[in-house]
């Protein structure tokens, strides 16, 4: 089982729409979760982190933790085109004091 | 207050050959992160290092190091390179703990021909 989970996509959704990005993580004693977006050739762009259970809100972006389902999810509202990017989901804390990385959900925002 | 700052970024190499990797964290981040980013792996964490030490390492052969000088600019070194190791190299800094936030630099694009 791989320790951080994603769908690769790619996940189209109409411009104005709400995009919905999912991750699971598998180290139970987790602490620390982050949402990471990356543009081809680009390197990865911190958008949100949450530490708590519950909602976490910045702008057009929602961050979502559960801990007990081991679930983190990132939405987007009134999606862009310019939100087309590849959304990568990372873990720290718990066993393995590192930050491990899924290996990402591609968006594509449709006009 | 400037970026996560990464030279060169792009090389292109032979195998058998070494490479040195370079990278300067944001001015007052004492924690350097080193990750290798291939289509098929993801991002794979190298190691860490702060205050010069290096603090975790992953799961990489001993052919992949790295080291911290005392201004926190941080070096990654592939020696006996081969072509698995064409990747995008991408070094991160945070303030201090390894948990806080991680800003990455653009990324030196290595090419093992």
């Known amino acids: 089982q791989k320790e951080v989970e994603q769908n690769s996509g790619p996940l189209s959704v109409p411009e104005g729409a709400i995009a919905s990005l999912n991750c699971t993580y598998s180290?139970?004693?987790?602490?620390?979760f982050f949402w990471y977006r990356q543009y081809s050739g680009k390197s990865p762009e911190l958008i949100m982190f949450i530490y708590s259970n519950g909602d976490k809100e910045d702008g057009r972006f929602t961050a979502q933790l559960n801990k007990a389902s081991q679930y983190v999810s990132l939405l987007i509202r009134d999606s862009q085109p310019s939100d087309s990017a590849t959304y990568l989901c990372a873990v720290n804390g718990g066993t393995a004091s590192k930050l491990t990385f899924g290996t990402g959900t591609r968006l594509q925002v449709t006009l | 207050k400037a970026g996560v700052t990464q030279t060169p970024r792009y090389l292109i190499k032979t195998r058998g050959q070494q490479v040195t990797l370079s990278c300067s964290p944001i001015s007052g981040h004492r924690s350097v992160s080193w990750y290798q980013q291939t289509p098929g792996q993801g991002l794979q964490f190298l190691f860490e290092y702060f205050s010069e030490t290096q603090r975790n390492k992953g799961n990489f052969p001993g052919r992949f190091s790295g080291r911290q000088f005392s201004n926190s600019r941080s070096e990654m070194n592939v020696s006996t390179l081969e072509l698995g190791d064409s990747a995008l190299y991408l070094c991160?800094?945070?303030?201090?703990?390894?948990?806080?936030?991680?800003?990455f630099g653009p990324g030196t694009r290595l090419l093992v021909l």
């Open positions: 991160a800094s945070s303030l201090a703990q390894f948990q806080e936030t991680q800003y």
């Open positions: 180290d139970r004693g987790s602490q620390s």
